[in-house]
């Protein structure tokens, strides 16, 4: 990675291991986009989630994670892929609570045939931790997510956009397929208030995913 990239604010730690994400990332993205092209959303990513993350520890970390989403959906933005599995973009508010427990049983429901990605329009510092809690008790870990802005490259490479109480703030793309879900927002509430929450988007992941037959009605 060029010294060019980098300021002087940025840790030295956080810059090592970014320079060992690029290399990475330049390794999956092979012949797709320049190692330049790599270190700059390597950067504008770890700037992103700097400017609200609580977790300093592992911000270079969630940096190559928000990069590689990124990258993912910029490739196929321009036919630069030949993954041709369905992408979800799940978006709230703050990218804490109902789209974190959504993209949680996604993944967890999914596997490996779709592709699902998280944002926020006004993202915060912390996934909520009675999410965590009440997604542990399903036996789905998102603990190790972080909260995240959404992405044009990311909206227009999704099939399929879930809203839920973000309003005018969320995006939106003349011929996307959008999904506007009506949940109450877990912030503030505890494990008990938010089960139900979970349930509800638990059925409605399954009935999103039939529709994309992903999964089997």
């Known amino acids: 990675m060029t ?3 980098f300021r002087d604010d940025i840790p030295l730690m956080h810059v090592m291991t970014l320079r060992s994400s690029a290399l990475l990332l330049q390794k999956e993205f092979t012949g797709m986009f320049s190692a330049e092209t790599i270190e700059r959303f390597l950067v504008t990513s770890y700037d ?3 400017a609200r993350s609580t977790n300093d520890t592992f911000l270079a970390l969630f ?3 928000f990069a590689r989403d990124r990258l993912t ?3 196929r933005v321009e036919g630069r892929s030949d993954d041709h599995r369905p992408i979800v973009l799940f978006l709230c508010t703050h990218n804490a609570g109902r789209s974190q427990m959504a993209l949680g049983y996604f993944r967890a429901l999914a596997g490996e045939r779709a592709i699902g990605w998280s944002g926020g329009s006004e993202p915060g510092n912390q996934v909520n931790p009675a999410a965590i809690a009440a997604m542990a008790e399903v036996g789905i870990d998102i603990s190790g997510e972080f909260p995240k802005p959404w992405t ?3 909206v227009r490479a999704a099939d399929v956009v879930v809203t839920m109480g973000c309003g005018d703030a969320c995006p ?3 011929g996307k397929r959008y999904e506007d879900w ?7 509430l505890g494990v008990d208030d938010v089960r139900p929450i979970r349930d509800e988007i638990k059925s409605r992941v399954e009935a999103l995913l ?3 037959d992903v999964l089997v009605g």
């Open 3 to 5: 010294d060019s990239q």
């Open 48 to 50: 992103d989630i700097a």
């Open 63 to 65: 940096a190559e994670r």
């Open 73 to 75: 959906a910029l490739a």
């Open 152 to 154: 044009d490259e990311e």
């Open 172 to 174: 939106l793309f003349p």
């Open 182 to 188: 009506e949940l109450t927002d877990p912030n503030g």
């Open 210 to 212: 039939v529709s994309l």
